[in-house]
């Protein structure tokens, strides 16, 4: 199959691009300051944060790469993976690599684990460390959810635990963070059964396992996605004492196999009685046909992953009531008939990040709309004013990149297709729509429609 060197788009245009200085983003964050819009990019691969002007979204000034603070000498082994911005402060999140993902050559470097909290109020362009808060007993942070107010709810390791769970942290001294309460299911509690080590981050097991992987907070309800559960609502109300309303159960059938986190996002749509929730897919650079063994062997066979919309009517009683439809595959995709094989490959395909931030003036209000970043299927929305039949509208799929980012010594991190690959997206309060890319970097569109 041949390499695409011009994007595919259907109700989108391009307005700008950055190359992020070869350091490819993940999650994205922005803020407006002193008449400016800025964009913030956490990174996959790398320790630190890209900081870009985008007051003109046809002219991205990128300010500069700032690395991010090491615990040794060892400048490898450190991610920061998540970040958002809210009330002049700017959380950031950080955890250990994989050799899998990531390309290290080892999974013992040091790493910090925990979030960061930065001044990005007094210098949006040059942000000023004010504290940390440490998630220690495994991988640190990957996600959590802020968007202003005293609290951020980070979904983090803790002593005693196994993988991630819920941890509320107080604020409302930015110098001086302090946990204000926990959740956490009772399969991940390390001190109520025996114990013969537990599996590896980031192996099979580990995924198959309970945790709790993402959340957003709207009116004192926590919505988690929570992989091997489902979604779960939490009252959050009593900030040292989360209760649980309720769980709707969706993994199996759907997730799981050789694909990422088997819940990975839950979005209620605005005031309205309706939560999205997805499972996640994979990068299908991963996978080979002569891979045969580790976490990326040749797949025989692998769950639906998808978006799916669950109704809160009852609160007490969520319902899934609807399925979003499949990717459009347009004319002149180049790598095969649907996006489960790639030029050959079978790969976990599903969605990854969803446009999920909300609460601040710099993002547009969305709640009749979801923004998806489809991995190898690029940039996807849908309309869901009708949440029995949600619709898709429009799609933005980048050139196929065209060199490596990132890669292991051996040069055999990613056997499998060169396509391209979205991570996240935002859309600011303009209209503008941000994503970020694998192995590639920012693209700035507009819609049409």
């Known amino acids: 199959m041949s390499k695409r060197t011009q994007p595919l788009a259907k109700n989108l245009e391009m307005v700008g691009y950055d190359e992020l200085n070869g350091k490819p983003g993940f999650q994205m964050a922005m803020q ?69 993902l990531h390309g290290v050559e ?38 959590f959810f802020y968007n202003g107010g005293k ?12 993988n991630y769970i819920l941890r509320i942290v107080d604020i409302s001294d930015p110098t001086h963070p302090v946990e204000t309460g926990k959740f956490w299911f009772d399969e991940q509690y390390l001190n109520n059964k025996a114990q013969k080590g537990v599996p590896r981050f980031g192996s099979g097991e580990f995924l198959a396992s309970p945790f709790i992987h993402a959340l957003t907070v709207r009116d004192n309800i926590a919505y988690l996605a929570a992989p091997n559960k489902g979604l779960v609502m939490l ?90 439809p499949y990717p459009e595959v347009p004319e002149g995709y180049t790598h095969g008939s649907n996006f489960n094989v790639v030029d050959g490959v079978r790969v976990p395909f599903g969605p990854h990040n969803i446009f999920d931030a909300f609460g601040t003036d710099v993002y547009k209000p969305v709640d009749d709309k979801v923004y ?18 949600p619709k898709e509208i429009a799609y933005f799929m980048p050139p196929d990149p065209t060199k490596m980012y990132f890669d292991n010594a051996t040069h055999t991190l990613m056997p499998g297709p060169e396509v391209a690959i979205a991570e996240d997206v935002l859309v600011d309060d303009r209209g503008y729509i941000y994503f970020d890319t694998f192995q590639d970097g920012l693209y700035i569109l507009r819609s049409t429609i």
């Open 32 to 100: 407006k300051a002193g008449g400016r819009y800025y964009l913030y990019t956490a990174s996959f691969r790398h320790n630190g944060w890209n900081i870009l002007d985008v007051t003109d979204p046809s002219k991205p000034r990128n300010i500069k790469w700032m690395e991010g603070p090491w615990v040794s000498d060892i400048h490898d082994g450190q991610s920061t993976p998540k970040i958002q911005i809210a009330d002049g402060l700017m959380i950031t999140a950080h955890g250990g690599v994989m050799r899998e």
């Open 106 to 143: 080892t999974n013992d470097n040091p790493f910090f684990g925990g979030i960061m909290i930065w001044d990005v109020k007094t210098d949006p362009e040059n942000p000023k460390l004010l504290s940390k808060f440490e998630c220690n007993g495994g991988a640190g942070v990957h996600r």
């Open 151 to 162: 609290y951020v709810y980070v979904t983090g390791t803790c002593e005693g635990f196994y």
């Open 235 to 324: 009252d959050v109300s009593d900030k040292t004492q989360p209760k649980l309303i309720s769980r709707l159960s969706v993994n199996p059938p759907f997730g799981g196999g050789a694909a990422g986190a088997p819940c990975h996002t839950a979005l209620r749509l605005g005031d309205r009685p309706y939560v999205v929730l997805t499972t996640e897919g994979e990068r299908a650079r991963y996978f080979a046909n002569e891979t045969t063994d580790g976490l990326f062997k040749k797949l025989k066979t692998q769950p639906m992953n998808g978006l799916f919309i669950v109704e809160i009517t009852d609160i007490n009683n969520p319902s899934l009531i609807s399925v979003f």
């Open 372 to 389: 998806c970043c489809y991995f190898n299927a690029g940039l996807r929305i849908y309309d869901v004013k009708d949440p029995f039949r």
